[in-house]
């Protein structure tokens, strides 16, 4: 089995400025991914970033990058330039390579203040 | 393009009452979940269908019941509600099921048993 601990409940980040979003796994596996999600008021869930665990570098998509620990099982989310639009619940998510099931964190609520 | 569509978007149901939650998608994707949402509980996968006619139980199968008579729909069921299932649920799709797919979200249905 695997697990998805997102240790942050809540966020805040002044616009503009830096956030890191935390998130650890546990897996058995080798072939697994990872993923961010993004939930905004509207409730709609938003692919962020995705991280094939077999990569050592760290995906990177605009504003949005991770630092991939894969030793550490870390897989944090970084928001550069933070946005009002970027506020939102943020949830963490691991696959194993063959099988269907996404296993998601309880997510991170972040707040951007103006 | 319309995505995932999911149908109704709000629902208030009485103890015992029954109803049927309708998710269409027009990606010609082989899989489809359904998950629930709770507050500080991520996302939990109740069922999923690898194709036309198939199903599988997920994590939290309990209550529910699914259909997927043609491959666009996937159709999920609650035959006795119960006050427990006050939730939003998602429906999503994937191109298949394992691997860096993305699954495509809907935009939720939240439903009060009351």
């Known amino acids: 089995a695997q697990t998805v601990t997102q240790s942050q409940p809540e966020m805040s980040v002044q616009e503009a400025e830096t956030v890191t979003l935390s998130c650890t796994y546990d897996?058995?596996?080798?072939?697994?991914?990872l993923f961010w999600y993004k939930q905004p008021p509207s409730r709609q869930m938003i692919l962020v970033i995705r991280?094939?665990?077999?990569?050592?570098q760290n995906a990177t998509e605009n504003r949005f990058s991770v630092n991939f620990q894969k030793a550490a099982k870390s897989f944090s989310l970084k928001i550069s330039d933070s946005q009002l639009g970027d506020a939102a619940m943020y949830f963490c998510a691991c696959r194993r390579g063959s099988n269907y099931k996404l296993t998601f964190g309880k997510g991170t609520l972040l707040t951007v203040n103006p | 393009n319309a995505g995932v569509t999911q149908t109704p978007k709000f629902r208030v149901l009485k103890t015992g009452q029954s109803m049927t939650l309708l998710c269409a998608q027009d990606m010609n994707h082989e899989y489809m979940y359904w998950y629930r949402q709770d507050p500080g509980m991520g996302l939990r996968l109740i069922h999923y269908s690898v194709g036309e006619g198939t199903t599988a139980k997920g994590e939290v199968p309990d209550g529910y019941n699914v259909s997927r008579l043609k491959k666009q729909n996937f159709l999920l069921g609650l035959e006795s509600a119960a006050p427990s299932q006050t939730s939003v649920y998602f429906c999503?799709?994937?191109?298949f099921g394992g691997g860096r797919s993305e699954a495509f979200f809907g935009q939720g249905t939240r439903l009060t048993v009351v």
């Open positions: 897996t058995s596996e080798s072939d697994y991914y």
């Open positions: 999503a799709s994937s191109p």
């Open positions: 991280q094939e665990a077999y990569k050592q």
